[in-house]
């Protein structure tokens, strides 16, 4: 008897439970969520971690939830204020004003200049942090807290690098001092504090952290809604992608809506929905995003061409088919870029071309050009093996390196290999393990490689020539840069350029002019690197259930949806659900619905505190659980195991 | 009585030295293997760190100088015990084995290790125990229907059982997703439920749960059953020509009285198997993770191996380890129980 009433309530039990659930299991609307997914190699996520100090957390985890004072407007080349009001103000020559909103954190605490400063001094106490912030302080003498709206920068006299405070400007995210003041008594170094409820000032929020999925809600709340308006996705869901194969068929499939990756196919992938900037080659944005070269050891060319490296190295630029490559090498997605100014003509920014260098040293694909300059320096085949020598008799050979499944390198490093062959210039392409290939870079133990460079940004200009100046570590050396080229006169030049951080401004257009003018005829000289071509933004979009995507028809600034300009493209984006249809209910009936309406609410409010209760429960047992799931599930691995055997092997007779 | 219970004692103290032994020179091979591997994973982070975006990204961290980075690089190689002499990195780390605590990830820092191998085991124990208990059940029983039925059924089944345990697993999974998910739009083709529901108790949960679990599940345990079928056709082949089978079958026992006998003989070697295969899935899931976005320990280990997370890749071995010799152990034990003759030979009874 006791035992049938025990099962029954259990039978009661679970049901209520199953019961609850159901009502209070939320489904999200397919056409109001705009989902999105990065290939970071991984199939679930490694825990609710959203400080963007900590720096194995993906910028794309906290899409929307935290913002920055500007964002990058990488059509127009200039800043869009968001936290900020207006642009940034030169009071004088050494001092930056900054005016901050009238903002607010997601839990209701005023975002005051306060925050801000907080924001950019808290990675000088972590260097570990490794945060762009830290790139600006040595230009910075300090930051002043104005008043709760107003900071001023000011600027290190004896090294005013404005490009780097720019660059802080736009990516450097604005995090809540009351909570992070906190973490620090708490943690010993700020990269430990995980965030788990981030608390951000975006008009998004953090709904739920799931090991597969985090899904953030509007909040409409928002700041930023009376200046901006709202965007119209009421949940921002992010999915964690093992692989491109995998990114190319969840997009296909109109599973996620962005992602900020393309691969080959691209075109092929129209037909579903997917499209990105232009609808042909070379889809991607017409902006210098990324700049390709072949990047010569200039050391190791020294010494081992001495006097002859300049020569092999002008020979090899015109050996190679930059179209091809492009198309062959980068799948249609990069555009040749033939000259060392590395700024293509329609560019905004092509009054920086140094006209005398791209008429005397442009390079055109010409293997008879190029062997008449080897030849002319006496590098010919004198032993008959079809590999020049130098006079010396030293054979011109190289050893050209890139990563093992990065393809476009890949492909492109063999088309190096035959075009340089064609003219007589032996050349060994070894595609390595990447960290064989990151081993040999910082040891210098290659003659060249494939290599790219970001150049669109506040910074970008600046930025690109990094791979120009040895003083500052560039990817993936901790030490100097793959060119292993040094000329201080471009450093100094690069220095004198990183004070201008506007290049559209009419009194640093000039100066801009004559120091690129002057860096670019370096470049064309001693040729430290090859141009090949320039890449747009990958990014990709469905348009199945959103529309409005920056592309060539209706272009405005766009990013990658771990950038903060990503909220930018959230305002512009529309749903393509058609607006619901007027309901057309007769008055009295809308009485009574309106009655069941009310109630059913109350009945909702009921539930859902019951549903609390339970949940309260279910946590306490899931953290239980957790400990012993491990263990537990081995055991019941092998239990089953023996249970099965028993059943086959020792029925009863 | 007082005879054998000395003896027994004495045989399992042997096995559980043997076991001790095995233990400790396979933590030292996790420990050692991962620090062959070329490559420096602070130097990595680091470089993640300071180059945030300079492939293809636009959120660049560059402008640090070369001080900047080195600090930061001793402060990571530090926080991960890597400037510590290798030997008092190994005594660390077999500390950390015995009190089970590996440590945090190096790829996923601040998340412990036993973190991210806790929530994402119950995945990867989701799809392989059933897959495994299921095939073995279908497998041994296909394999025993073949060997006794014979003729032109035994020759069908065979091949097909060859092929299945000879297939690659990875193409099979593409094959599954090909046909029944982009073709015929049965299955999903990806990921553990639709991404626009939210996990619960409900019916609808449950229902895209599974239609999401069908296909990994096929592609884990088909092929399992294929070499689970052949092995079971070959014993119940060599039992059904044994005497006993014969003297039974001369006795004019029924036929299904007959297999079930030499299906209980030939199981034995059959569950030994269990073990070994299953630590060896574990590991090998990966790749059905891989072709279905599935979740699982397959994924965190690759990301681990990729991203040299000593670690992740200790921790997700030792588990590995633990799972395989913890099993050979319950089998050893449970042979004795199974077994009559095992037992005797456990007790030194002639």
Same mark, same amino acid.
């Given at each position: 008897?006791?035992?049938?009433?025990?099962?029954?309530l259990?039978?009661?039990?679970?049901?209520?439970?199953?019961?609850?659930?159901?009502?209070?299991?939320q489904e999200?609307?397919?056409?109001?969520?705009?989902?999105?997914?990065?290939?970071?190699?991984?199939?679930?996520?490694?825990?609710?971690?959203?400080?963007?100090?900590?720096?194995?957390?993906?910028?794309?985890?906290?899409?929307?939830?935290?913002?920055?004072?500007?964002?990058?407007?990488?059509?127009?080349f200039?800043?869009?204020?968001?936290?900020?009001?207006g642009?940034?103000?030169?009071?004088?020559d050494?001092?930056?004003?900054?005016?901050?909103?009238?903002?607010?954190?997601?839990?209701?605490?005023?975002?005051?200049?306060?925050d801000?400063v907080?924001?950019?001094?808290?990675?000088?106490?972590?260097?570990?942090t490794?945060?762009?912030?830290?790139?600006?302080?040595?230009?910075?003498?300090?930051?002043?807290?104005?008043?709760?709206?107003?900071?001023?920068?000011?600027?290190?006299?004896?090294?005013?690098?404005?490009?780097?405070?720019?660059?802080?400007?736009?990516?450097?995210w604005?995090?809540?001092?009351?909570?992070?003041?906190?973490?620090?008594?708490?943690?010993?170094?700020i990269?430990?504090?995980?965030?788990e409820?981030?608390?951000?000032?975006?008009?998004?929020?953090?709904?739920?952290?799931?090991?597969?999925?985090?899904?953030?809600?509007?909040?409409?709340?928002?700041?930023?809604?009376?200046?901006?308006?709202?965007?119209?996705?009421?949940?921002?869901?992010?999915?964690?992608?093992?692989?491109?194969?995998?990114?190319?068929?969840?997009?296909s499939?109109?599973?996620?809506?962005?992602?900020?990756?393309?691969?080959?196919?691209?075109?092929?992938?129209?037909?579903?929905?997917?499209?990105?900037?232009?609808?042909?080659?070379?889809?991607?944005?017409?902006?210098?995003?990324?700049?390709?070269?072949?990047?010569?050891?200039?050391?190791?060319?020294?010494?081992?061409?001495?006097?002859?490296?300049?020569?092999?190295?002008?020979?090899?630029?015109?050996?190679?088919?930059?179209?091809?490559?492009?198309?062959?090498?980068?799948?249609?997605?990069?555009?040749?870029?033939?000259?060392?100014?590395?700024?293509?003509?329609?560019?905004?920014?092509?009054?920086?071309?140094?006209?005398?260098?791209?008429?005397?040293?442009?390079?055109?694909?010409?293997?008879?050009?190029?062997?008449?300059?080897?030849?002319e320096?006496?590098?010919?085949?004198?032993?008959?093996?079809?590999?020049?020598?130098?006079?010396?008799?030293?054979?011109?050979?190289?050893?050209?390196?890139?990563?093992e499944?990065?393809?476009?390198?890949?492909?492109?490093?063999?088309?190096?290999?035959?075009?340089?062959?064609?003219?007589?210039?032996?050349?060994?392409?070894?595609?390595l393990?990447?960290?064989?290939?990151?081993?040999?870079?910082?040891?210098?133990?290659?003659?060249?490689?494939?290599?790219?460079?970001?150049?669109?940004?506040?910074?970008?200009?600046?930025?690109?020539?990094?791979?120009?100046?040895?003083?500052?570590?560039?990817?993936?050396?901790?030490?100097?840069?793959?060119?292993?080229?040094?000329?201080?006169?471009?450093?100094?030049?690069?220095?004198?350029i990183?004070?201008?951080?506007?290049?559209?401004?009419?009194?640093?257009?000039?100066?801009?002019?004559?120091?690129?003018?002057?860096?670019?005829?370096?470049?064309?000289?001693?040729?430290?690197?090859?141009?090949?071509?320039?890449?747009?933004?990958?990014?990709?979009?469905?348009?199945?259930?959103?529309?409005?995507?920056?592309?060539?028809?209706?272009?405005?600034?766009?990013?990658?949806?771990?950038?903060?300009?990503?909220?930018?493209?959230?305002?512009?984006?529309?749903?393509?659900?058609?607006?619901?249809?007027?309901?057309?209910?007769p008055?009295?009936?809308?009485?009574?619905?309106?009655?069941?309406?009310?109630?059913?609410?109350?009945?909702?409010?009921?539930?859902?505190?019951l549903?609390?209760?339970?949940?309260?429960?279910?946590?306490?047992?899931?953290?239980?659980?957790?400990?012993?799931?491990?263990?537990?599930?081995?055991?019941?691995?092998?239990?089953?195991?023996v249970?099965?055997?028993?059943?086959?092997?020792?029925?009863?007779? | 009585?007082?005879?054998?219970?000395?003896?027994?004692?004495?045989?399992?103290?042997?096995?559980?030295?043997?076991?001790?032994?095995?233990?400790?020179?396979?933590?030292?091979?996790?420990?050692?293997?991962?620090?062959?591997?070329?490559?420096?994973?602070?130097?990595?982070?680091?470089?993640?760190?300071?180059?945030?975006?300079?492939?293809?990204?636009?959120?660049?961290?560059?402008?640090?100088?070369?001080?900047?980075?080195?600090?930061?690089?001793?402060?990571?190689?530090?926080?991960?015990?890597?400037?510590?002499?290798?030997?008092?990195q190994?005594?660390?780390?077999?500390?950390?084995?015995?009190?089970?605590?590996?440590?945090?990830?190096?790829?996923?820092?601040?998340?412990?290790?036993?973190?991210?191998?806790?929530?994402?085991?119950?995945?990867?124990?989701?799809?392989?125990?059933?897959? =495994?208990?299921?095939?073995?059940?279908?497998?041994?029983?296909?394999?025993?229907?073949?060997?006794?039925?014979?003729?032109?059924?035994?020759?069908?089944?065979?091949?097909?059982?060859?092929?299945?345990?000879?297939?690659?697993?990875?193409?099979?999974?593409?094959?599954l997703?090909y046909?029944?998910?982009?073709?015929?739009? =049965?299955?999903?083709?990806?990921?553990?439920?639709?991404l626009?529901?939210?996990?619960?108790?409900?019916?609808?949960?449950?229902?895209?749960?599974?239609?999401?679990?069908?296909?990994?599940?096929?592609?884990?345990?088909?092929?399992?059953?294929?070499?689970?079928?052949?092995?079971?056709?070959s014993?119940?082949?060599?039992?059904?020509?044994?005497?006993?089978?014969?003297?039974?079958?001369?006795?004019?026992?029924?036929?299904?009285?007959?297999?079930?006998?030499?299906?209980?003989?030939?199981?034995l070697?059959?569950?030994?198997?269990?073990?070994?295969?299953?630590?060896?899935?574990?590991?090998?899931?990966?790749?059905?993770?891989?072709?279905?976005?599935?979740?699982?320990?397959?994924?965190?280990?690759?990301?681990?191996?990729?991203?040299?997370?000593?670690?992740?890749?200790?921790?997700?071995?030792?588990?590995?380890?633990?799972?395989?010799?913890?099993?050979?152990?319950?089998?050893?034990?449970?042979?004795?129980?199974?077994?009559?003759?095992?037992?005797?030979?456990?007790?030194?009874?002639?």
């Amino acid at each position: 008897m006791k035992g049938k009433i025990a099962s029954t309530l259990l039978v009661i039990l679970l049901a209520a439970v199953f019961t609850v659930q159901n009502i209070t299991a939320q489904e999200l609307k397919r056409e109001e969520s705009l989902v999105y997914t990065e290939e970071e190699g991984i199939t679930m996520l490694p825990g609710a971690i959203f400080n963007p100090f900590s720096p194995d957390v993906s910028a794309v985890w906290y899409t929307g939830i935290f913002e920055t004072l500007y964002i990058f407007d990488n059509v127009g080349f200039g800043l869009i204020p968001w936290i900020a009001e207006g642009p940034p103000v030169w009071v004088d020559d050494y001092t930056l004003e900054v005016e901050v909103r009238d903002a607010e954190w997601q839990d209701g605490v005023p975002l005051t200049a306060e925050d801000v400063v907080y924001s950019y001094e808290l990675p000088k106490r972590y260097p570990e942090t490794g945060a762009i912030a830290l790139a600006m302080w040595p230009s910075l003498t300090e930051i002043e807290v104005v008043d709760a709206h107003t900071i001023r920068f000011h600027i290190n006299e004896t090294m005013p690098f404005k490009v780097s405070i720019y660059q802080v400007l736009c990516f450097s995210w604005i995090l809540p001092k009351h909570i992070f003041q906190e973490a620090e008594e708490t943690y010993e170094s700020i990269t430990e504090f995980p965030f788990e409820s981030p608390i951000g000032s975006g008009p998004y929020k953090l709904l739920r952290w799931e090991s597969t999925r985090i899904v953030k809600e509007r909040w409409d709340g928002w700041w930023g809604r009376k200046y901006f308006g709202l965007s119209e996705p009421k949940y921002l869901i992010y999915v964690p992608s093992p692989g491109n194969e995998e990114t190319n068929r969840m997009i296909s499939l109109a599973e996620v809506d962005a992602l900020s990756a393309i691969a080959p196919g691209w075109k092929d992938m129209q037909k579903d929905g997917v499209f990105s900037w232009f609808k042909e080659p070379p889809f991607v944005s017409p902006y210098p995003v990324r700049v390709n070269v072949i990047t010569v050891n200039n050391e190791r060319f020294e010494e081992r061409f001495g006097e002859y490296a300049i020569v092999i190295k002008r020979a090899l630029g015109y050996a190679i088919d930059r179209d091809v490559i492009c198309e062959r090498g980068f799948f249609q997605l990069a555009v040749p870029v033939s000259d060392p100014t590395f700024i293509l003509p329609d560019s905004p920014l092509a009054f920086l071309r140094n006209e005398e260098v791209v008429r005397d040293y442009t390079f055109r694909y010409d293997p008879d050009a190029a062997m008449e300059i080897l030849e002319e320096a006496g590098i010919a085949d004198t032993d008959g093996d079809g590999i020049r020598e130098l006079p010396d008799g030293t054979a011109v050979t190289l050893e050209t390196i890139d990563v093992e499944g990065w393809t476009d390198w890949m492909a492109v490093n063999e088309l190096f290999k035959s075009y340089a062959e064609e003219i007589g210039i032996g050349v060994e392409a070894l595609h390595l393990d990447y960290a064989v290939w990151e081993s040999r870079v910082m040891g210098g133990e290659y003659d060249t490689m494939t290599y790219g460079l970001s150049a669109w940004s506040p910074a970008g200009l600046w930025d690109f020539l990094g791979i120009f100046d040895y003083r500052y570590p560039v990817w993936p050396n901790i030490e100097g840069t793959p060119a292993r080229y040094r000329n201080d006169e471009l450093s100094q030049l690069r220095d004198e350029i990183a004070k201008y951080p506007n290049p559209f401004d009419p009194d640093a257009k000039p100066v801009l002019t004559q120091l690129f003018g002057e860096v670019q005829k370096i470049i064309a000289t001693d040729l430290p690197v090859i141009p090949v071509g320039v890449w747009g933004y990958e990014f990709g979009f469905q348009a199945k259930y959103w529309s409005g995507w920056p592309t060539e028809s209706n272009p405005y600034p766009f990013a990658e949806q771990g950038d903060p300009g990503f909220l930018y493209v959230l305002l512009h984006i529309k749903s393509t659900a058609a607006p619901p249809a007027p309901p057309g209910i007769p008055e009295e009936l809308e009485e009574t619905i309106n009655a069941i309406y009310d109630t059913v609410s109350t009945l909702n409010v009921t539930v859902g505190s019951l549903s609390g209760q339970v949940e309260g429960l279910g946590s306490t047992v899931g953290a239980l659980q957790s400990w012993f799931a491990g263990l537990l599930v081995l055991d019941l691995v092998l239990l089953i195991a023996v249970i099965v055997v028993l059943v086959f092997v020792r029925k009863p007779r | 009585m007082t005879r054998k219970t000395p003896s027994l004692h004495y045989f399992f103290s042997r096995k559980i030295m043997a076991y001790v032994l095995t233990f400790y020179l396979a933590l030292t091979l996790i420990w050692l293997l991962p620090h062959l591997m070329p490559g420096d994973p602070v130097r990595e982070k680091a470089l993640k760190i300071i180059a945030a975006g300079s492939k293809g990204g636009a959120a660049p961290g560059v402008g640090l100088t070369e001080v900047q980075v080195k600090r930061l690089y001793e402060y990571w190689v530090g926080k991960f015990g890597l400037d510590q002499p290798l030997m008092a990195q190994y005594l660390i780390f077999m500390k950390n084995c015995f009190t089970l605590d590996l440590g945090v990830s190096i790829r996923f820092y601040p998340s412990r290790v036993n973190d991210l191998l806790i929530q994402s085991i119950p995945w990867s124990l989701g799809l392989l125990v059933p897959a =495994i208990i299921i095939g073995w059940i279908l497998g041994n029983y296909l394999g025993a229907f073949a060997a006794y039925k014979r003729g032109i059924f035994d020759k069908v089944l065979y091949t097909l059982f060859l092929f299945m345990s000879q297939m690659p697993y990875y193409w099979f999974a593409l094959i599954l997703v090909y046909s029944l998910s982009f073709h015929a739009k =049965i299955f999903p083709p990806g990921g553990a439920y639709t991404l626009t529901l939210t996990p619960s108790l409900s019916l609808t949960f449950l229902l895209d749960f599974l239609s999401h679990y069908f296909l990994p599940f096929l592609s884990v345990m088909i092929p399992y059953i294929g070499g689970e079928a052949i092995g079971m056709r070959s014993l119940i082949l060599y039992e059904i020509n044994s005497d006993y089978a014969n003297y039974f079958e001369s006795l004019g026992f029924r036929d299904r009285k007959l297999l079930s006998y030499t299906f209980r003989n030939a199981a034995l070697p059959q569950v030994t198997g269990l073990p070994i295969y299953f630590a060896s899935a574990f590991g090998g899931q990966l790749v059905t993770e891989i072709v279905f976005g599935y979740p699982g320990i397959g994924g965190m280990l690759y990301a681990a191996v990729i991203g040299q997370d000593y670690p992740l890749i200790q921790g997700g071995f030792l588990m590995i380890v633990i799972v395989t010799l913890l099993g050979n152990f319950l089998m050893d034990l449970f042979y004795a129980y199974v077994d009559p003759r095992i037992r005797v030979a456990y007790r030194g009874e002639k």
